[in-house]
Nanobody, 125 residues
Framework: QVQLLESGGGLVQAGGSLRLSCAASGFTFGDYTMGWFRQAPGKEREFVAAINWSGYIKYSADSVMGRYTISRDDTKKTVSLQIDSLKPEDTAVYYC??????????????????WGQGARVTVSS
């Protein structure tokens, strides 16, 4: 069965770094664009970044550009999200997701077919 398993979450001090990883199984990884979303307490799930099969990347608003780096390894069927210079407002549950389109990159959660269980990231000030 399809499985997306996130790891790497935890409690980090502001200014620190964190690397989230997502291991995929049960589907043809190369046929999917992989994305990361996050959901802060009391807020809607929001797009963070996505990467397609060729390595084309889309990031969300300017506030995360430069601090977030998404990457994928098709041989290992993993997608990662490096977060640097963490801020308290980065506190959220981070979700890995798969969108069945190798080319297009969508920022809408409704277009993603598979989701992980989430990894909690807490940034202390």
């Amino acid at each position: 069965q399809v499985q997306l398993l996130e790891s790497g979450g935890g409690l980090v001090q502001a200014g620190g770094s964190l690397r989230l990883s997502c291991a995929a199984s049960g589907f043809t990884f190369g046929d999917y664009t992989m994305g990361w979303f996050r959901q802060a307490p009391g807020k809607e799930r929001e797009f963070v970044a996505a990467i397609n099969w060729s390595g084309y990347i889309k990031y969300s608003a300017d506030s995360v550009m430069g601090r977030y780096t998404i990457s994928r390894d098709d041989t290992k069927k993993t997608v990662s999200l490096q977060i640097d210079s963490l801020k308290p407002e980065d506190t959220a549950v981070y979700y890995c997701a798969a969108h069945r389109s190798a080319f297009s990159i969508s920022s809408s959660p409704s277009t993603y077919q598979y989701w992980g269980q989430g990894a909690r990231v807490t940034v202390s000030s």
